[in-house]
């Protein structure tokens, strides 16, 4: 049995490692020692997630925990504080929130001081060790001797890296190989890189399928005859929230298929919607049907996974646009032109933006689809400078502010030490019911106070426009925005999806 003292020993090193291959040998070394199981178990903890996902536990009740006496020796395992976490879970109804605070004021008292440290840490969504997917994918197929691009890809498929070190321990290669697109279990959406212009995109690529980038919320439809389930951009089972998605994938003229694409609110005179309103609508599991009169969702694919029992993941970009093309109208299919000539991808970006669309994705026509990965096969060409940066604490505001938390403090992920960096402040392009929104949002995210601000978890991810990065001695990575001001929060982004700090760095100017 694996202990939660070697869990937390494990994470304190690897937190005062620099060194990659340092990191990778200690996680390889508790993943060894560990059953299958609870080897997932440690996985998901020290990349700073639950295998229950949210288990109703806020910060108030973390903190009256904290307050509780520890143990003096360590006498925890993992497999205890699993049972415990999946019994919060699935406390509910009158009186839960009571009981959730018992029983974890409870199992900190059974802990040691560091290890309510590190419980606190991982509840509140802070642990910062730098055992991020990426190492420890490499620290899986260290322990399992196995590939570490059989684990990527069997991750990618899964989109559970804790599955999947259950399934190298337990049966090698040959469990991970059996890993592939299965219906009703969502995979990881491809992801675009940033490019300059159209030209830098067809630089890159040469020739190249341009989509319109749409600004709604991705969606990822599986269908199997009559069932049909569609998830987020964050895997989230999203159907009750759709009818008009249901309806229409029930009209394709396929038993089986999986599909990639986004919805978004189209207003009458055919441009999109601002994005507040289309996830005002996707996020609404309440009066569906009303919601559904006022705000129609339409919905563009522009990617196939499977079809009829045959996996298309890892086939060219080229033949899953045929496939398209063979089974969905017109209609429903993202706009699409397949060009070599810099020139005509310029006049496409800018019928897009004359349609109200951010722009477009360029696409190689011979990249397969790379779940959960940011590669350079997809290229996402926008005209203004943004980044999603991470809210780290805000400021209380005054005059006609006061009362609402205004002064946002923006970090960027720094993936070497699994943390966020500071880069700036703003208040700048926030109306009323937005100051509303965000004041009652960050202070369910409060963990402590100092002076005028409010610290939170960093969760909340904000798209934040700029007119450069200047170099700053105020902020830690030497580094500021320049005119900074909100253009939305990113609601269907997890903090884990927020702009590094070497992609903040490509805006840096000296």
């Known amino acids: 049995m694996l202990a939660l003292h070697d869990i937390v020993e494990t994470s304190r090193a690897v937190a005062g490692e620099s060194s990659r291959l340092a990191k990778i040998e200690r996680l390889a070394d ?22 229950q996902g949210r288990i109703g536990v806020g910060p ?9 006496a520890h143990a003096d020796a360590a006498t925890l395992g993992v497999s205890d504080v699993d049972a415990v976490f999946t019994g919060l879970a699935a406390l509910s109804g009158t009186g839960s929130a009571r009981r959730r605070g018992e029983a974890l004021q409870q199992l900190f008292e059974q802990a040691t001081a560091s290890e309510q440290e590190f419980l606190a840490r991982l509840l509140w969504g802070e642990l910062r060790q730098g055992a991020l997917a990426g190492v420890m994918a490499d620290a899986v197929a260290k322990a399992a001797n196995v590939p570490v691009a059989a684990v990527r890809r069997a991750a990618q498929y899964a989109g559970d890296l804790p599955a999947v070190v259950r399934a190298a321990l337990e049966g090698g290669s040959a469990a991970l190989a059996a890993f ?11 992801l675009a ?15 190249a399928a341009l989509d319109y980038k749409l600004d709604g919320a991705r969606v990822q439809v599986h269908r199997q005859g009559d069932e049909v389930r569609v998830y987020s951009r964050r895997l989230n089972d999203v159907t009750a929230a759709v009818p008009e998605l249901v309806e229409q994938a029930l009209t394709l003229p396929v038993h089986e298929i999986v599909l990639d694409g986004e919805v978004i609110a189209m207003r009458s005179d055919g441009r999109p919607a601002p994005f507040q309103v289309t996830m005002s609508r996707f996020g609404s599991r309440v009066d569906v049907d009303r919601l559904r009169e006022d705000v129609p969702l339409s919905t563009y694919f522009f990617d196939c996974l499977l079809l009829d029992g045959e996996s298309l993941m890892e086939r060219e970009t080229a033949r899953r646009m045929q496939v398209m093309d063979e089974v969905l109208p017109a209609g429903i299919r993202v706009p699409r032109l397949v060009t070599g000539d810099a020139d ?33 096969a997809w290229l996402k060409i926008k005209e203004a400078d943004t980044l999603d940066l991470v809210v ?3 400021e209380w505001g005054s005059g006609r502010r006061r009362g609402w938390l205004s002064n946002l403090h923006l970090g960027a992920r ?16 926030l109306t009323d019911v937005l100051l509303e929104w965000q004041t009652k949002a960050l ?18 991810v904000v798209e934040i426009a700029f007119e450069g990065v200047q170099t700053s001695r105020r902020y830690p990575a030497g580094m500021a925005l320049r005119f900074a001001r909100v253009r939305r929060y990113r609601t269907d982004k997890s903090a884990a999806e927020a702009d590094t700090l070497e992609r903040v760095r490509l805006y840096h100017v000296t």
């Not at 592939?180 to 491809?190: A, E, H, S």
């Not at 202070?443 to 909340?460: I, K």
């Open 193 to 207: 890189q940033p490019a300059d212009d159209a030209a830098a995109a067809m630089a890159r690529l040469r020739h």
């Open 30 to 51: 508790l993943i060894r020692r560990a059953p299958p199981h609870e080897a997932a178990t440690a996985v998901a903890w020290l990349t700073g997630e639950l295998p």
């Open 180 to 190: 592939g697109v299965t219906l009703f279990r969502p995979v990881q959406p491809m």
């Open 60 to 68: 108030a009740a973390v903190r009256a925990a904290l307050e509780a």
């Open 414 to 429: 720094d993936e070497q030490s699994g943390g966020f960096v500071m880069l700036g402040k703003t208040f700048k392009g």
């Open 344 to 376: 005509a991808a310029h006049a496409f970006l800018r019928q897009a933006r004359a349609a109200g669309h951010e722009g477009l994705v360029a696409k190689a026509l011979d990249a397969s689809y790379e779940a959960g990965s940011r590669g350079g």
């Open 392 to 394: 780290l604490a805000a």
């Open 443 to 460: 202070l369910e995210r409060e963990v402590a106070r100092e002076g005028n601000v409010v610290h939170v978890r960093p969760e909340l």
